[in-house]
DNA sequence: TCTTTGGATAAGAAAAACTGATCCTAGCCA
DNA sequence: TGGCTAGGATCAGTTTTTCTTATCCAAAGA
């Protein structure tokens, strides 16, 4: 097995065959003249050969040295192209997140993340069988429901806030149907998503009441269509606390019934990633950002749970 | 332009990293564990990122690290192998000589040469054409005459010994030709070499002689062969007083005219190569030998002319 | 001849790398 | 359960390397 010379003089003697002088070299690695000279001395004596020959005006790579400097140019090039390429891989964070839980939830938070942390350019799909984008794999990080079946067990998780469920509609449309009681959901036009078939079901389940059949349904894409199209009167969602919050805040949306407020059986919204990727620093940061940034929504659920069990007991 | 990480760092992480851990990598580069650990640690640092899981047993490799690894190993490789390469050919000493001084001269020394400068291992070609030998162009250094024409301007001679000429045979065949003077020549077979011809002249005319006519001739492809021959007792050769010195001295060879010495114009035995290659240390090694080994030779051509001088200025 | 250019060199200062000792953690084994 | 072991991390102190600063020096050009 071959040994390896001394590589910060072949480092600088990279340079200076490269500039053709031990200025040109002294400058790009910031040392003086004699430094270069001492480097690639000591490279000389290593090697047992020349690798420039002295002029009164400057050196000339001998054919030895010339022989050499492609081969060190290249593999030093190889070095620093693959460690630049992964510097820019690790400082590039790649979020996977569903649509509704990204433009509701994620993406009006997002700017407060890169003034936090403006050393990760950060990526984020919402699509996962986008073409055009990157392979949910590939991610670092995603956002998903705690309760995901077949969960492969060396993910780690993390519950940035419950999801907690109640019947909601425009105030106008409220008073139009004068909703009373769950019963007159069946004269109301139903706004599902993909997910909110199996919600619907839980809702009804856990306060007793038979399953809502409504006249009439229209199924979204996702939660945030359905959403938009209940703040435009068209019909009862099943809308989320958290993520039509500011809807609710602003009386874009009302809730006939605030007292029958539900968990989703799939858990609330959460991180999740493979065990390496989740204790890598960029992920460190992101989930302990998010986890911050949701915390104002897990107080808000969870005293809204807890005020409504202590009104349950109390009656 | 992207920048270099700390080279010693990276030796240290690719060590670890092919023997899975930090001890085998403190055994291979000769350090304690503590410094192949800072070297890691500082690379990552560097780098921003981790190389390794570390675990209780030993450390794993990040996805990041398997990624570096294998364009480090392959980049130190062909450094490696590159220096190795060019220290091989470096201590390879490639010497290209005509067949009769490399019989003659140069071969019954060469053992001296090896004992003196054992790291050298010398290819020797006589042979200018030869198929399965090296190019002249490759040779380091070759010998030649001091006097050739046309010679480049940036080669390097340094003459070894002069050479002087004068005719010779074997004893018996001066005794059966009684050759008195230089007219009895005529009467010979004359044996020649390649470079004989010009030289028969030089000494014809150098002592106001008519050309050599001979009854007979016979040519050799060089100037061993003709020496050969001569001392087999076949004719008259134009002997080079230091290459046939040996069989001058055994009284292998006799000259008839003792006094009517010449030197070629060609010049002397000299060695020569370009520029860069003469001031190599091998070249520079082999020649301060060949100098010095030829020194007697030198001498006792000097002596000779010397005393011919002296003697024809008293006469 | 004098000046400029570019490298070589030496002494001392600064930086780095290394060692040796000690600490720490997780698995292992009885 | 607790000691044991393997393998890293860390720290203080020392050794080595490397760098700088300040001269030299040789050759080319004005």
């Given at each position: 097995m071959p040994k390896l010379p001394p590589l910060n003089a072949l480092r600088a003697f990279e340079a200076a065959a490269r500039h053709g002088g031990f200025i040109g070299a002294s400058a790009e690695l910031n040392v003086t003249r004699g430094a270069i000279s001492r480097h690639v001395k000591l490279l000389e004596d290593h090697l047992g050969f020349p690798l420039f020959v002295r002029q009164a005006q400057g050196v000339r790579l001998t054919d030895a040295g010339m022989q050499f400097l492609p081969v060190l140019t290249e593999a030093f090039g190889q070095i620093a192209r693959e460690a630049d390429r992964l510097s820019r891989n690790a400082s590039e964070l790649r979020v996977i997140c569903p649509p509704g839980t990204s433009i509701r939830w994620l993406l009006p938070k997002l700017d407060r993340f890169q003034k936090a942390y403006p050393d990760f350019r950060l990526r984020l799909t919402t699509?996962?069988?986008?073409?055009g984008g990157f392979d949910p794999i590939e991610a670092d990080i995603g956002f998903s429901v705690?309760?995901?079946?077949?969960?492969?067990?060396d993910i780690e998780v993390l519950t940035l806030f419950p999801t907690a469920l109640t019947p909601a509609c425009a105030p106008g449309y409220l008073r139009d149907m004068a909703l009373k009681s769950p019963e007159d959901l069946s004269r109301c036009t139903v706004l599902h998503d993909p997910r909110s078939k199996t919600d619907w079901r839980a809702w009804t389940d856990r306060f007793g009441l038979a399953p809502v059949d409504p006249g009439v349904s229209q199924t979204f894409p996702n939660i945030d269509m359905a959403t938009k199209a209940a703040v435009m009167g068209v019909g009862v969602v099943l809308a989320d606390l958290v993520l039509c919050r500011e809807e609710f805040e602003a009386g874009a949306l009302a809730a006939p019934?605030?007292?029958l407020v539900c968990q989703s059986p799939l858990g609330g919204v959460c991180l999740l990633a493979g065990h390496e990727k989740w204790h890598s620093p960029k992920v460190a940061a992101f989930r302990s950002w998010a986890y911050d940034v949701a915390e104002p929504d897990r107080v808000m659920v969870h005293d809204r749970i807890s005020a409504l069990n202590a009104e349950g007991s109390k009656a």
């Open positions: 699509d996962f069988y986008a073409d705690a309760n995901w079946p077949n969960r492969s067990p019934f605030p007292d």
